[in-house]
């Protein structure tokens, strides 16, 4: 970094603030306010496929077919975000970084608000379903174009005994941004009518979400669009780079990062959408009491991200995944008692899956930046994100639901001890590619 304090001497002495060398903890934050907000709008919309969406868009079907079709929407936008991840790369090759950024996140916000203002099915009929469709669609593209590189850089500049500690950090944002939309919802559920809920109040959600993205937008610009920031960058060779070339030469790495922390993403959906609508059709509780208890839940999984990062540095990420895999493959055994337990039972399902997930959450970022040649890091992190998402939790709510409404909730159980099982697979297949320090 010598010669970033040179630059930063040589500048006037009101913007050498704004020139200061770029710590690991400034882009940990980065990464925790960028997760934050994108996630804040991602359970907005996973809240209200459970709760409005089967309602106002398919109230021609029962509330379990109705639901299973707004979880099939729902996973468009997972569908959708590694073509935006293509798009906006050349985007960026073309335009820059911040026109990227920029533009990403103003057409995650646009869409996000443009949900608020749809009409519903008894306004307009089946265009109702395809506007939110495309609007859904729209979202999973702009989330593709709101890679920033801050996770592969913190990966790569985290000292060595702290790289555990640090890539959790960013991962905060994620639970953080599930209690605030949770909240949310909880406290209109509470305070209005369900005839207001139905026709204004469910809307506001997708308009804070929009305002969120705003302010996401410039705190994370300031940080991207600092010469030192750049200049990180270009010391780590963190630019886009051609797909196609890093499919031939790299295509492998990207599935091995994207299986390796299958078991952590397969959890994410069963302990935070799964169980409003399981319980919201097979229980008598109420959805303001389920939303309170896995705000519970989620404020648990925070302690869980903390201490993932305490003992990935300890043990080393490779072991905290295998460890954590094996431990949610165990606790895949217990859900059908813990579903049938009755509320004590449904409370420890949420609790104890929302620890699990803090605890190996916190480490699935990140892990296999080291893994690329240097010209794929950025564009080969960045897909590899989108494909364990793809393929760990796109379909979750949609298997899950549709599977135990059939078979009964042990199908779940095969759901999620096959997601762990691929984990422990590539895990002991690829010793090699999980050094303890990564």
């Known amino acids: 970094m010598t010669s970033t304090h040179g630059h930063r001497e040589a500048m006037p002495t009101d913007t050498s603030a704004h020139q200061a060398p770029i710590t690991p903890g400034e882009i940990a934050v980065g990464v925790g306010i960028g997760r934050a907000s994108e996630y804040f709008d991602f359970f907005v919309y996973a809240i209200a496929s459970v709760l409005v969406f089967p309602a106002l868009f398919f109230p021609f079907e029962s509330q379990l077919v109705g639901t299973l079709y707004s979880f099939a929407i729902f996973s468009l936008a997972f569908i959708a975000r590694p073509f935006g991840t293509v798009m906006f790369m050349k985007l960026e090759e073309s335009f820059g970084r911040e026109a990227k950024l920029t533009l990403a996140l103003f057409v995650l916000g ?35 174009g709101t890679w920033d590189g801050l996770p592969s850089l913190l990966a790569l500049n985290a000292p060595a005994h702290r790289k555990g500690w ?76 051609s797909v196609s070339k890093l499919a031939k030469n790299q295509g492998r790495e990207v599935l091995i990062g994207a299986l390796a922390a299958l078991a952590s993403y397969a959890l994410f959906h069963l302990v935070t959408v799964f169980p409003l609508s399981w319980l919201s059709l097979y229980s008598d509780r109420t959805i303001t009491d389920i939303l309170m208890v896995e705000i519970i839940g989620a404020f648990f999984a925070i302690g869980g991200v903390v201490l993932s990062g305490i003992l990935a540095d300890r043990v080393g990420r490779r072991t905290m995944l295998g460890s954590l895999a094996a431990l949610i493959a165990v606790f895949s055994l217990f859900i059908p008692a813990l579903l049938g337990g009755g509320e004590l039972g449904e409370n420890l399902f949420i609790i104890i899956g929302f620890i699990l997930l803090g605890l190996s959450y916190g480490q699935a970022s990140g892990a296999v930046t080291a893994n690329f040649e240097a010209r794929f890091r950025y564009t080969g992190a960045a897909l590899t994100a989108d494909m364990a998402w793809l393929l760990g939790a796109a379909f979750a709510p ?41």
């Open 110 to 144: 646009t869409t996000t608000a443009g949900i608020a203002f749809l009409p519903t099915y008894d306004d307009i009929g089946g265009y109702a379903i395809f506007l939110l469709a495309l609007f859904r669609l729209g979202q999973g593209v702009a989330l593709g």
């Open 166 to 241: 640090y890539a959790m950090v960013g991962q905060l944002g994620t639970p953080v941004g599930f209690i605030v939309a949770a909240s949310l919802f909880a406290y209109m559920l509470a305070n209005v009518s369900e005839t207001d809920f139905f026709e204004w109040a469910w809307r506001y959600p997708f308009f804070v979400a929009f305002a969120i993205n705003v302010v996401a937008l410039f705190a994370r610009l300031r940080l991207v669009a600092t010469d030192d920031y750049a200049k990180l960058l270009d010391q780590r060779e963190l630019q886009p780079s």
């Open 398 to 438: 949609l298997v899950a639901l549709g599977l135990s409404a059939h078979f009964g909730v042990t199908s779940v159980t095969l759901y999620l001890l096959s997601g762990a099982s691929s984990t422990l697979a590539v895990l002991w297949l690829n010793k090699a590619t999980y050094s303890r320090d990564q």
